[in-house]
C-alpha cells in the first residue's frame, strides 16, 4: 500500500510518500519540506500548498492520506492557518479518492517510539531506524511527516 503522510503547516509543510506490503518494511518513496514565502498573502500560500500536493497525487498516486490532527495552539491565528491548510489538503484527499486518516501527536509518538511523551530527537532517531532511503538532508518536517506514515502503518495492519 502506498500512503501519502502529512505534518501539516504554511510556511513549512512536511510530505511523504511511503510504501509497505505484507513481506516488506515501510518505504520511504518519496519526501520534502514544501516551504511558503512570508511574503506572500495567505491565500497565495494556500494555493501554492495545493498545487504543489496535487502534483504529488498525481505523481505517486497513493491510496490514503495519514494527517496529524490540529493540536490546540497557543497562538489562535496560527492555528486557524494550519486548520485552513488541511482543510485543502483534505479536500484534495477527497478530490483523489483517497481515505483520510488523523492522528493526534501523542498517537504519533507511541506508535514511533512506544512513549507518547517522546522529544522530537527521539522520534527523528526511531525513524532513521525504523525507514528505508531516507534522504541525507531530511528537514523536521518531512521526518514528522514519515512518523504520521508510520503511525499510519502501526494503526491500520487491517488495511495490507
Known sequence: MRIIS??????RLGVAIIEKTRTQKETVIYSDCIRTSSD?????RLH???N????ILEEHTPEALAIENLFIS???KTAMRVAEVRGVLIYLAKKFNLSVKEYTPLQIKLAVTG???SGKDQVIRMVKMLVKNIKDKALDDEYDAIAIGLAFFAYEKQIL
Not at 506572500?40 to 497565495?44: A, I, Q, R
Not at 504543489?52 to 502534483?55: A, C, H, P, T, V
Request: net charge negative; aromatic share 8%.
Open 74 to 76: 497557543n497562538n489562535q
Open 40 to 44: 506572500l498573502v495567505f491565500e497565495d
Open 6 to 11: 502529512i505534518d501539516p503547516g504554511y510556511e
Open 52 to 55: 504543489s500536493i496535487e502534483r
Open 48 to 50: 501554492q500548498i495545493g
Open 115 to 117: 512513549d507518547g511523551k
